[in-house]
């Protein structure tokens, strides 16, 4: 079975989404019409994880935020394993 995580964040009029597959990073964003954004690992530029309990992606000029629930498991072991995913793709000397 292929991998995929996902958290969201809806309101009554909009709904969003971070999905994290096998493949790389996936962002919707649904108002009226969904507009979802692909990327591999190797795109993303940085991960942020505020204070404020938001989850901040950037690839190249395009950012990316959810807000997401520190004290929820599958919130948890989302950003453990994007943040592994991202990890992996950096040489091995940091370099």
Known sequence: MAFC???TANTLVQHRYMRI??????YCETAIR??????????I????????HDITIQVGENVFTLP?????PKHQAFISALLERVRATLPANGN
């Open 5 to 7: 995580m996902k958290i």
């Open 21 to 26: 597959t096998d493949r790389g990073f996936e």
């Open 34 to 43: 969904a507009h979802v954004e692909r990327f591999p690992y190797i795109a």
């Open 45 to 52: 530029d940085s991960i942020i994880v505020s204070p404020s």
């Open 68 to 72: 997401y629930k520190p004290q929820h």
